[in-house]
């Protein structure tokens, strides 16, 4: 099992920063991508933005050249800096991780508890 602690959520003000991590623990071995999640309230969980262990990066246009994500494997931990926050950011942010299925098929999903942040305009 892999276990996903978030942490760095908050309140800040619209056009402000603000940053997050996540700690990485358990069976790690073999995790490939890592990356953050969301869900506002009353929408779906939406993807965010995800890392590699080769350290190439994938954002949703909506964050796109504001958020940036990054990781250190010697930490296990990835990081989401967040800039130039909007009302619309505001949402329970979630880290995941991903290791390749049984037998290298699909892929298993670990998930942290989620960290709020709100930005208030």
């Known amino acids: 099992q892999v276990q996903l602690v978030e942490s760095g959520g908050g309140l800040v003000q619209a056009g402000g920063s603000l940053g997050l991590s996540c700690a990485a623990s358990g069976s790690i071995f073999s995790i490939n991508v890592m990356g953050w999640y969301r869900q506002a309230p009353g929408k779906q969980r939406e993807w965010v933005a995800t890392i590699t262990s080769g350290g190439r990066t994938n954002y949703a246009d909506s964050v796109k050249g504001r958020f940036t994500i990054s990781r250190d494997n010697a930490k296990n931990t990835v990081y989401l800096q967040m800039n130039s926050l909007k009302s619309e950011d505001t949402a329970v942010y979630y880290c995941?991780?991903?290791?390749?299925?049984?037998?290298?098929?699909?892929?298993?999903?670990?998930w942290g508890k989620g960290t709020l942040v709100t930005v208030s305009s």
């Open positions: 995941n991780a991903k290791k390749p299925g049984a037998y290298g098929l699909g892929s298993v999903d670990y």
